[in-house]
């Protein structure tokens, strides 16, 4: 867009209030960010190894129980004088490809970034509300334990591209040409509020806001975390 074209290029009196109001609330925006993001940098690389177990139990146990309920459906249509196998269907055995030392660190290196990439990031420690990505996630796995490093690389590509992110187009097809200048800083500004208030509605926020010491949070979050793998392993325990 050119500059001559930019709606906010030049502004009037009565508009220059309403920007001040705008820089102010984006520096808000930043410095909320700024903190809530690191905090979560903190944490995440605190728990790397507990999130990515959750995440990998959790989709096995989804699996198995896919697993349970197509067993069930095939019983169904072979009738109740049906004699189920005394085990459950196996799960798709991965063939692994044969990979190098420096090749298999590699592999490791773009597995857990991945993984911890997709995370959702809530610590909330509310499972209802966790979105562990599983689509994503499913994938990933299964392309880790076939140890083909050339396919991981392509989808941590894909992955850390935002193309397995769904996208709302932000202006929802309204051409910013064809908004006044007020209607555009009016809406920037409601834009703004929103992140803000997006931002500070973060778990991680009110802790940071509410605890003495924000980091005896991550002692909860390890207890958390140990609970549910705990959990999860007995779940997807076979025999």
């Known amino acids: 867009m050119s500059e001559q074209n930019h709606p906010i290029n030049i502004l009037s009196q009565n508009e220059l209030p309403l920007q001040a109001e705008i820089d102010a609330l984006q520096r808000e ?79 490791k290196r773009l597995y857990r970034e991945a993984m911890l990439y997709v995370h959702p990031d809530k610590f909330n420690m509310d499972e209802g509300q966790a979105d562990l990505a599983t689509e994503v996630t499913t994938k990933l796995i299964d392309i880790y334990q076939t140890g083909d490093l050339k396919a991981l690389q392509d989808y941590h590509a894909h992955i850390f591209s935002g193309n397995t992110l769904v ?40 802790v940071l806001m509410d605890y003495p010491e924000p980091m005896t949070f991550l002692e909860e979050l390890k207890l958390y975390y140990n609970d549910r793998i705990s959990k999860l392993r007995r779940r997807t325990r076979v025999g």
């Open 29 to 107: 925006l930043n410095e909320v960010e700024r903190k809530v993001f690191a905090f979560e940098s903190i944490l995440r690389s605190e728990l790397a190894n507990e999130l990515v177990e959750v995440q990998e139990l959790t989709v096995l146990y989804k699996k198995q129980k896919l697993a349970k309920k197509e067993k069930r459906i095939a019983q169904k249509q072979r009738g109740k004088n049906y004699t189920s196998p005394t085990s459950l269907k196996p799960l798709t055995k991965v063939i692994k490809v044969h990979v190098s030392e420096v090749d298999e660190k590699e592999r």
């Open 167 to 206: 996208n709302i187009a932000e202006h929802k097809g309204v051409k910013i040409e064809q908004r006044s200048k007020s209607e555009f800083l009016k809406t920037e500004k409601e834009k703004i509020e929103k992140l803000i208030e997006q931002v500070k509605k973060k778990y991680t926020y009110r």
